[in-house]
């Protein structure tokens, strides 16, 4: 086995032991898809459908964006902040390990398990209480898993970058803070972004926000397919490439700074 | 013979900013920071040859950690010259790191919420370490570092002795040919001291391994270091043997008497008083102005003795008078080449 998927599998194991933050991030997880049920079942009372979405459509909405809360980690993710300022970076960088990988395959194992323990149990929970779209075949099935594997990469790209401020200043949390803001409001989690004015959603569905969370959905509602879908996939495809770009770009100056100024 | 640490004129400066102070100090910050540079390491020199155990002391702040982040590759000197294994450490750090160990007392690499197998499984696949050789390396350690006992516990739940043997063993899978050990023994028990020790000792002799052992526990230098080097204020200002080091500068002996009457001032010369409870009295002496023998003819020829001990200063003392007075700093700083 090679390192990375190593580091994917120990990563992995580690999130199963977790079981009491598992249990309790399912829970809430839970209850505010709900309580996102209900109050969408109250603004949709009068109308069959709102900037073409339906009921039925916005509610499994709030089901996967849910479930995919803990997967995507993507409003709140500190760890790798924590260990430039413990100093276990030092460590990490005395490994034979490229750092860039190293943390995408810690990252990997804890969006693995969690998918497993919060996400999936989640919109099963979910599909037995209200009536939910399902992906219609096979094919569609397997594009919702790509573009939920890009998803992550989009994620990652995103919230390694925003740790490496790390890098430059002692106190890099309210910078995480602001951007962890930025990618929960244009991202559609908190909001279907067919309910934005169309231009905000379409600026939102187009940033690496939106590429992480409103595509897969769109693909596994079926909103999107043929031609649509792969304009999609690569809009995501896109992002991972800039963001992995910008992130070794950044991650090699910061790199820099740390062995030239001192931890 | 060739060295494997070949350290030249290597100089490390940070420029440490002083801000002003205030709310118009916050924004003149902005514009105008005054700083001073500090020389955490002011051309030092040294080789280190394959299997060596080498002490690498000196007081906080004297630029131990420095030195060991430049070896390691983690900081990047400002000038000089550093050779390690045949390695520029900071330009070729991914793959000279593979060729040395580590390990900071202070903290571990070890994962911290899964056994401690689950760890050093992991550490098999980064360092590509040949099944047949993590098989014996593991059979070995689990052996003489004593594992068994708590291979399957998380890490999270060992004690520190158990922590640092288990650290040891990460850090030495891979056969590194080298091995910084920053404070090994921080925080542990007299026992556990002591195996850490026998370990290190074993590493060394059998399996030839060089190390380089900066610590803060003298004891550790005197049981294991042939060779120590002093650091202090970013120079060295000794290296070479620890024996040495003690015959020049731990001169200090104490001699304790019981006199069998109590004198008011029993003053001797050449000697101190530095302590004195009714008839017993101790004085301190060098041993190279006076000699014991000469000190006891001269108070038996003036008091009455019970009883009298001699003895030597304790390393550490020893140690701490170096650091407290600068000894050696002041003993040193002009010339250009440090006492060898």
Known sequence: MNAFLATVRISFRRQLTYRAANLSGLATNLMFGFFRASVLIALYREQPSVNGLTLQGAITYAGLTQAMIGYLSFFHWYELMHTVYDGQVGSDLLKPLDYFLYWLGVDAGRALGTLLIRGVPLFLVFALFYDVVLPLSLLQWGAFLLSLLFALLISFGWRFMVNLASFWTPNAIGIGRFAFGLSWTFSGFFFPLALFPDWLAEFSRLSPFGASVYIPIQVFIGNVSGIELTKSLIIQLTWIVILVILDHIILNRGVRKLVIQGG | ?340
């Open chain 2, 1 to 340: 013979m060739s060295s494997i640490i070949h350290v030249q004129d290597l100089v490390k400066t940070f420029k440490i900013y002083h801000d002003h102070k205030g709310y118009l100090g916050a924004i003149r910050n902005l514009f105008d920071r005054k700083y001073d540079l500090v020389h955490a390491v002011d051309q030092i020199n040294f080789d280190i040859h394959p299997g060596e155990l080498v002490g690498y002391i000196g007081p906080n702040g004297a630029g131990k950690s420095t030195t060991i982040k430049m070896l390691t590759g983690l900081l990047v000197p400002t000038s000089g010259e550093v050779r390690v294994n045949g390695y520029i450490p900071w330009k070729e750090r991914k793959t000279y790191v593979k060729h040395i160990g580590a390990v900071f007392g202070q903290r571990t690499t070890l994962w911290w919420d899964l056994p401690l197998s689950d760890s050093l499984t992991l550490l098999q696949h980064i360092y590509e370490i040949p099944d047949p050789l993590y098989k014996k390396n593991l059979a070995m350690f689990r052996e003489i570092l004593e594992l068994d006992a708590f291979m399957n516990t998380p890490v999270r739940s060992l004690s520190l002795g158990q922590r640092m043997r288990a650290d040891l063993c990460a850090a030495m899978l891979h056969d590194p040919k080298l091995v910084f050990l920053d404070e090994p023994t921080i925080g542990l028990d007299v026992v556990a001291k002591e195996r850490i020790r026998e370990f290190i000792q074993f590493i060394n002799r059998e399996r030839g391994t060089t190390i380089l052992l900066t610590t803060h526990d003298i004891a550790d230098v005197a049981k294991l270091c042939e060779r120590v080097m002093i650091i202090d204020h970013g120079k060295i200002v000794f290296d070479g043997k620890l024996d040495h080091l003690l015959r020049t500068y731990g001169g200090r002996r104490f001699l304790s008497v019981q006199f069998a009457e109590i004198y008011p001032e029993p003053v001797l010369e050449n000697a101190d008083i530095i302590k004195m409870e009714g008839n017993n009295v101790v004085y301190s002496f060098m041993r190279d102005t006076v000699s014991a023998s000469h000190l006891i003819h001269k108070l038996s020829e003036s008091y009455r003795i019970a009883d009298l001990e001699v003895n030597d200063q304790p390393i550490e003392d020893t140690i701490r008078e170096i650091y407290e007075k600068q000894l050696l700093y002041n003993h040193n700083h002009d010339k250009k080449n440090p006492a060898s």
